[in-house]
């Protein structure tokens, strides 16, 4: 049951700025979850305000998104970027900025949720200074994204186990599908309270137009085959393999293939390096004439993009939920993923797309040509893609089930940190 009057509360997000531009380097699929829960729970009548830290001296301290719904930016380190890697000894800071602004507003929230290993440590040491609950969103776990990788970075076991700790001593943790609470269970800890809720996606934005008149919008030819990524330039994402895959397919330049692969780069940063040794593999494969590179694609052209693909290829090798996947899925657009946690949860094999193993080149070229050459099955698998969107992931239902969580922990709670908090004031 929703209450009568709603909190204010938080959202903190110190490394995914929920105001900031999608696509790029480390802005993905966390800061569009914050900003879209922060907005599905201002409408449900929250009053949701949205922590970040500023990352250079042009942006505003406080973006509004609707009457009930903010971004704040507070001071942690210098206002420049700073790597996820470089960020944690940043926080203390943050903490403290926290903290002033609070006072300064004369009030203090009695429920924050942290999203993002940084942001739960955060939490953890908030709650030890003032009465709070607190709910946490992984978005990536140290233990998962650490058995893929070589180069572990120095940060990595303070990351473990502050990622334990919060398992084990928040409110509650909010898994994004089944396979990360499994994940968690498995390789974090036993204890603490898990609750899967999975992301969402905008299903009024992808969906809405048709693949042809999407390829007349692009300049996309009607009988071309378009394959397509769209994500981070990040090597875990594996678009290597399906550079790979597309060499070993039957789809040839001189066929109208078109391979794009959609995201932001900075020249110089670690995107823009995995961008040119990505484009590197394209040239030495001999598919330069029918691949491109549009860059960042904003909100006025991804549905488009969506929408004008055959098959949207999402190859990563490790992926908590991946909101590409059921963005493709909405557009009607099937998906080819890797057989890897939340994608396991989102793609229906045989139904809404087909599931292959991480990294295997071949399997990836099947499945992509499996589907491109059936345009019959493709439409079938892409109607059977926007149904379940319809059904399991919109963000207002994703809202809805926050706010029966934190409303229970609230009415559980609240009279005692009510309590508390007029002794500390
Ligand atoms: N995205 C975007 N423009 C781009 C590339 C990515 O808007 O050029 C968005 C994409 O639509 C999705 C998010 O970035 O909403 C990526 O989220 P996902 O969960 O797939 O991956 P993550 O970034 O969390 O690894």
């Not at 203390?92 to 929230?109: D, L, M, R």
């Not at 990788?149 to 990351?159: E, F, Q």
């Not at 397509?228 to 039957?250: H, P, Q």
Request: aromatic share 8%; with cysteine.
């Amino acid at each position: 049951m929703l209450p009568t009057k709603k909190h204010r509360i938080a959202l903190i997000s110190v490394d995914g700025d929920p105001a900031a531009e999608i696509g790029q380097e480390e802005a993905g699929g966390q800061n569009v979850y914050v900003r879209q829960v922060g907005c599905a729970l201002a409408q449900q009548g929250w009053q949701v305000d949205m922590f970040t830290r500023r990352s250079s001296r042009e942006q505003a301290a406080i973006v509004q998104h609707g009457p009930l719904c903010r971004t704040i930016r507070l001071k942690a380190g210098p206002a420049a970027f700073i790597g996820r890697y470089d960020l944690f000894d940043h926080m203390p800071e943050f903490i403290a900025e926290f903290k002033a602004f609070q006072q300064q507003q004369g009030y203090h929230y009695p429920l924050i949720h942290t999203n993002y290993w940084l942001s739960s440590w955060v939490g953890m040491e908030l709650k030890k200074q003032q009465p709070l609950i607190q709910l946490h969103t992984y978005h990536s776990l140290g233990v998962v994204k650490y058995s893929a990788i070589s180069d572990i970075p120095a940060i990595g076991s303070k990351r473990l186990a502050v990622e334990k700790a919060c398992l084990e001593t928040v409110d509650r943790v909010v898994a994004t599908s089944p396979q990360e609470q499994e994940h968690m269970r498995r390789l974090v800890s036993t204890q603490g309270q898990i609750e899967v809720i999975p992301c969402g996606t905008d299903v009024d934005k992808f969906g809405s137009i048709q693949r042809s008149a999407a390829r007349q919008e692009l300049g996309i030819a009607p009988d071309a085959k378009m394959v397509l990524y769209v994500g981070r330039f990040d090597r875990r994402k594996g678009i290597e393999t399906l550079v790979r895959a597309i060499a070993k397919s039957s789809l040839r330049c001189s066929d109208n293939l078109q391979l794009v692969i959609g995201g932001g780069y900075r020249p110089g940063h670690s995107d823009g390096n995995e961008r040119d040794r990505i484009a590197g593999i394209v040239a030495e494969l001999g598919l330069e004439d029918c691949t491109t590179f549009p860059g960042r694609l904003d909100d006025s052209v991804l549905p488009l993009y969506y929408a004008a693909a055959d098959v949207c290829v999402v190859p990563s090798h490790y992926e908590p939920f991946g909101l590409v996947a059921i963005e493709a899925m909405a557009s009607r657009t099937p998906v080819v993923a890797s057989d890897v946690g939340g994608l396991q949860f989102t793609v229906v094999p045989e139904v809404t797309g087909l599931l292959v193993p991480p990294k295997d080149e071949a399997a990836f070229a099947d499945a992509i040509d499996r589907i491109v050459i059936n345009p019959t099955w493709r439409d079938q698998l892409g109607e059977a893609g926007r149904q379940r969107v319809e059904i399991a992931f919109s963000w207002h239902s994703v809202a809805s089930r926050l706010t029966q969580i934190y409303t229970h922990l609230l009415a559980q709670t609240m009279p005692s940190i009510e309590s508390k908090a007029q002794v500390a004031a």
